[in-house]
């Protein structure tokens, strides 16, 4: 289907890049629109407002990676899907919360950022055990969907009970934006409008996921460069484009929190809920060992940066999110010259 709307739109078609340059438009577009629909809908069946933001928007975050991952499946590419996942996180730790820290100093530590902390700790670490082992496989597809579950039931338990204003100390304005948010970008959508969006929104997600996936197989096969290596770095930093513009937003806004807690958030979902899926979809184990365990230790490595910050409450100040924007760098870097799989 993206062959032939490819054909459509040139006739020579798009290069291998414009296509993954439209698929992740488009990712971004239809993840949006997939939210807002389905906060739509929750708002019209009078679901819990928090746990419509801690569900809906947190998954939604993270759905460029699940529409990646679903496509890479059908194609047989689950390098693409895995490493997407991974090079996902590294850049939300390493390239966003830096850049983040760059335009206003972030306080990591309040109730719900360490408990997601902790969370993002321990599925860093269970993953890399797995990659000792050598195969991602049903069990663990089980596993993570699992801890997914009770990772969305924690969330929400430890918001209804401790209330940011409670806990870190924000006042009860900063506390209730999402709530606030959610209610005034809902008022006077239909049900019907916001299935329409659900729709609209997943077919367009269908789409960008084939363009990129089709784009990235394209690519690697005329410059001879393996699809984990871009999905990794290209594809990894496209799908990650909606936490880029929704952390720069918050920083402007003077909403720190928010930043961390939807970075550190979207990173857990990525490993407990995109990797899962991608186990649980596909037809035999996925081999990570040869080719992901050296980027899987750096994701740990980002995780156990939090560590501190999380533990004495400092704040993460402008010199250290240069630092992290500058390991970044250095981690592409060295994916391109000196990565042992590629």
Same mark, same amino acid.
């Given at each position: !289907?993206?062959?032939?709307?490819?054909?459509?739109?040139?006739?020579? &078609?798009?290069?291998?890049?414009?296509?993954?340059?439209?698929?992740?438009?488009?990712?971004?577009?239809?993840?949006?629109?997939?939210?807002?629909?389905?906060?739509?809908?929750?708002?019209?069946? +009078?679901?819990? %407002?928090?746990?419509?933001?801690?569900?809906?928007?947190?998954?939604?975050?993270?759905?460029?990676?699940?529409?990646?991952?679903?496509?890479?499946?059908?194609?047989?590419?689950?390098?693409?899907?895995?490493?997407?996942?991974?090079?996902?996180?590294?850049?939300?730790?390493?390239?966003? !919360?830096?850049?983040?820290?760059?335009?206003?100093?972030?306080?990591?530590?309040? %109730? $719900?950022?360490?408990?997601?902390?902790?969370?993002?700790?321990? $599925?860093?670490?269970?993953?890399?055990?797995?990659?000792?082992?050598?195969?991602?496989?049903?069990?663990?597809? /089980?596993?993570?969907?699992?801890?997914?579950?009770?990772? #969305?039931?924690?969330?929400?338990?430890?918001?209804?009970?401790?209330? =940011?204003? +409670? %806990?870190?100390?924000?006042?009860?304005?900063?506390?209730?934006?999402?709530?606030?948010?959610?209610?005034?970008?809902?008022?006077?959508?239909?049900?019907?409008?916001?299935?329409?969006? @659900?729709?609209?929104?997943?077919?367009? *997600?269908?789409?960008?996921?084939?363009?990129?996936?089709?784009?990235?197989?394209?690519?690697?096969?005329?410059?001879?460069?393996?699809?984990?290596?871009?999905?990794?770095?290209?594809? $990894?930093?496209?799908?990650?484009?909606?936490? *880029?513009?929704?952390? @720069?937003?918050?920083?402007?806004?003077?909403? =720190?929190?928010?930043?961390?807690?939807?970075?550190?958030?979207?990173?857990?979902?990525?490993?407990?809920?995109?990797?899962?899926?991608?186990?649980?979809?596909?037809?035999?184990?996925?081999?990570?060992?040869?080719?992901?365990?050296?980027?899987?230790? #750096?994701?740990?490595?980002?995780?156990?940066?939090? *560590?501190?910050? !999380?533990?004495?409450?400092?704040?993460?100040?402008?010199?250290? /999110? !240069?630092?992290?924007?500058?390991?970044? &760098?250095?981690?592409?870097?060295?994916?391109? %010259?000196?990565?042992?799989?590629?």
């Amino acid at each position: !289907m993206a062959d032939q709307i490819i054909e459509l739109l040139g006739p020579t &078609g798009l290069e291998t890049f414009q296509s993954i340059g439209l698929g992740v438009i488009l990712l971004a577009l239809g993840g949006d629109v997939l939210v807002r629909g389905a906060l739509g809908c929750a708002h019209r069946l +009078k679901l819990s %407002t928090l746990f419509v933001g801690i569900a809906i928007v947190s998954l939604g975050t993270s759905a460029p990676e699940f529409g990646i991952a679903v496509i890479a499946v059908y194609y047989d590419q689950l390098d693409i899907a895995v490493g997407t996942a991974i090079g996902s996180n590294i850049a939300n730790i390493f390239l966003i !919360m830096g850049l983040a820290a760059l335009i206003r100093p972030l306080l990591i530590r309040n %109730t $719900a950022i360490v408990r997601d902390g902790v969370f993002f700790i321990a $599925a860093s670490g269970f993953l890399l055990w797995i990659a000792q082992t050598g195969f991602l496989t049903i069990v663990d597809a /089980g596993f993570f969907l699992g801890a997914l579950v009770l990772y #969305i039931f924690t969330s929400y338990v430890t918001e209804l009970f401790y209330s =940011p204003a +409670k %806990t870190s100390g924000t006042s009860p304005d900063q506390a209730g934006t999402v709530s606030r948010a959610l209610d005034i970008g809902l008022a006077g959508r239909s049900l019907v409008l916001s299935l329409i969006f @659900v729709i609209a929104g997943g077919v367009t *997600l269908y789409f960008g996921a084939q363009f990129v996936i089709e784009g990235t197989i394209g690519y690697a096969r005329q410059s001879g460069i393996e699809e984990g290596l871009l999905s990794l770095s290209v594809v $990894a930093l496209g799908a990650a484009l909606p936490e *880029l513009v929704a952390t @720069v937003f918050a920083c402007l806004r003077n909403q =720190p929190s928010l930043v961390i807690g939807n970075l550190i958030g979207s990173s857990i979902i990525n490993i407990l809920g995109v990797l899962g899926l991608t186990a649980f979809l596909a037809d035999f184990d996925i081999e990570i060992a040869s080719i992901f365990t050296w980027d899987i230790w #750096i994701m740990f490595a980002a995780a156990l940066i939090l *560590l501190p910050f !999380m533990v004495t409450g400092r704040l993460l100040s402008r010199f250290e /999110g !240069m630092l992290l924007v500058v390991a970044y &760098g250095s981690y592409l870097y060295m994916l391109f %010259t000196i990565h042992p799989a590629f």
